[in-house]
């Protein structure tokens, strides 16, 4: 049984599509938080209030329980939602730094092997094969 054989096949150009598209993707997210973050406002002031009728409400408004539960629901998220931007940005990076190693590596190897065989013969070469 002979062991796993890994190959790689990177096109740096198709690599580097895919890295623009998904930065392109990562730079939408300030906005969608954004968006969130109103439609999250607008719904919990939308909810419903517990304020007894004939009450005054107060200056900083009144909140039921639907509006409390998305503001919790908002505060517990919150991490999650800065995760995926710099989590994105760490995968661009990490994926642009291993392309780069790829082809360092590559053209560390081309340029052993013509080293390697642009030496002179050596006298064990020059005798030629075995008979």
Do not use: C
């Not at 517990?50 to 517990?76: D, S, Y």
């Amino acid at each position: 049984m002979g062991g796993i054989v890994s190959t790689w096949d990177i096109k740096p150009g198709g690599v580097h599509g895919v890295l623009n598209k998904t930065a392109e993707a990562g730079a939408k997210f300030e906005e969608e938080f954004t968006s969130y973050d109103d439609g999250l406002v607008g719904a919990a002031t939308w909810a419903g209030t517990m304020v007894l009728g004939g009450t005054e409400i107060p200056k900083g408004g009144a909140f039921g329980p639907v509006a409390q539960a998305l503001q919790e629901f908002q505060q517990r998220t919150e991490n999650d939602l800065k995760f995926l931007p710099v989590r994105t940005g760490k995968s661009i990076t990490g994926a642009r730094l291993a392309t780069e190693e790829y082809l360092k590596g590559n053209l560390e190897m081309a340029k052993n092997a013509q080293d390697q065989y642009s030496k002179a013969p050596t006298p064990e070469e020059m005798k030629g094969p075995k008979k």
